[in-house]
C-alpha cells in the first residue's frame, strides 16, 4: 500500500536484511521475523509469531485511523506512505531483542530500546526524516 516505489522498496529491503550496522550490536542474536514475540509473555503478543501479528495490527490500525480522521477533516494532511512505513518499521528491531527460549520469550540483554536502535538503522539506510521520528518517538516500555 505504500504508493512510493523508493520507499516501499527501502521497506521490503530493510524487512529482508534486518540490518546490524554497529558491530558491537551484531552479538546479539536475531530471531527469524516469522517467529519474533513482540515482547514478553506479560507484554503483548508475547508468543511465537506475535511481532507479525502485532505490527498487522498497528499497520491496519494506522490506516483505518488516517481514513476516520479524513473523513471527518477532510482539510487535513496525513502522509499515508510514512504512516504505513513507520507502522510497519516501529517494532522490527525488537527480532533482535526478544527471542523464544526453553523457558518461554527471553530478552537479548541489549541496552537500547528497540525504536532508538530502529532509528539508528534506518538514518544509516537514509530513510526519510519522518519515517525515522515516527518510529523513535513511538513509544512503549519494551
Given at each position: 500500500?505504500?504508493?512510493?516505489?523508493?520507499?516501499?522498496?527501502?521497506?521490503?529491503?530493510?524487512?529482508?536484511?534486518?540490518?546490524?550496522s554497529n558491530k558491537y550490536f551484531k552479538k546479539y542474536r536475531r530471531t527469524d521475523l516469522k517467529d519474533a514475540p513482540a515482547g514478553p509473555e506479560n507484554f503483548h503478543h508475547g508468543y511465537k509469531g506475535g511481532l507479525i501479528e502485532h505490527t498487522k495490527s498497528v499497520t491496519n490500525l494506522c490506516i483505518h485511523i488516517a481514513k476516520s480522521?479524513?473523513?471527518?477533516?477532510?482539510?487535513?494532511?496525513?502522509?499515508?506512505d510514512t504512516l504505513i512505513a513507520s507502522a510497519i518499521l516501529h517494532d522490527i528491531m525488537k527480532v533482535h531483542t526478544f527471542y523464544i527460549g526453553k523457558n518461554g520469550v527471553n530478552h537479548s540483554g541489549v541496552l537500547l530500546d528497540h525504536g532508538v536502535w530502529a532509528a539508528a538503522e534506518l538514518y544509516k539506510h537514509d530513510f526519510p526524516e519522518d519515517v525515522i521520528h515516527c518510529v523513535s518517538t513511538h513509544g512503549g516500555s519494551e
Open positions: 500500500m505504500i504508493k512510493n516505489r523508493k520507499l516501499r522498496k527501502k521497506v521490503k529491503d530493510f524487512i529482508e536484511e534486518l540490518p546490524v480522521l479524513k473523513e471527518t477533516y477532510p482539510n487535513i494532511k496525513i502522509n499515508i
